[in-house]
């Protein structure tokens, strides 16, 4: 994988893990809140579980671009693989009789 691409890819992967650390604290802390009764109203979790909800959505758009960014450079990889293996070898290409070290080219 190119470095420009691993930054973006960790970027991306730093961002993602520090909404979710912090959807997680927040929604703790609402919760014990609850407990102890002096919790959210209904709409009020209404509203969290909905933003949740995106966040978890946004989150999944995020790992499956990731997946399709993985998929697409193990093709790149594959088809650069395939030219190169496709190339002719021009170390083993004919010589011509008495040109020291010339190698006969198709026009």
């Given at each position: 994988?190119?470095?420009?691409?691993?930054?973006?890819?960790?970027?991306?992967?730093?961002?993602?893990?520090?909404?979710?650390?912090?959807?997680?604290?927040?929604?703790?802390?609402?919760?014990?809140?609850?407990?102890?009764?002096?919790?959210?109203?209904?709409?009020?979790?209404?509203?969290?579980?909905?933003?949740?909800?995106?966040?978890?959505a946004a989150i999944d758009a995020v790992a499956?671009?990731?997946?399709?960014?993985?998929?697409?450079?193990?093709?790149?990889?594959?088809?650069?693989?395939?030219?190169?293996?496709?190339?002719?070898?021009?170390?083993?290409?004919?010589?011509?009789?008495?040109?020291?070290?010339?190698?006969?080219?198709?026009?």
């Amino acid at each position: 994988m190119e470095p420009q691409l691993k930054a973006v890819v960790a970027v991306v992967v730093c961002v993602a893990v520090t909404l979710i650390v912090r959807i997680i604290a927040d929604a703790s802390v609402r919760y014990a809140a609850a407990e102890r009764g002096d919790g959210l109203a209904d709409d009020q979790m209404r509203h969290i579980d909905g933003r949740l909800d995106r966040v978890q959505a946004a989150i999944d758009a995020v790992a499956i671009e990731m997946e399709r960014v993985g998929e697409r450079q193990r093709f790149t990889e594959l088809a650069v693989a395939e030219l190169r293996a496709a190339e002719p070898d021009v170390t083993h290409a004919p010589r011509l009789p008495g040109a020291h070290g010339r190698i006969v080219t198709p026009h």
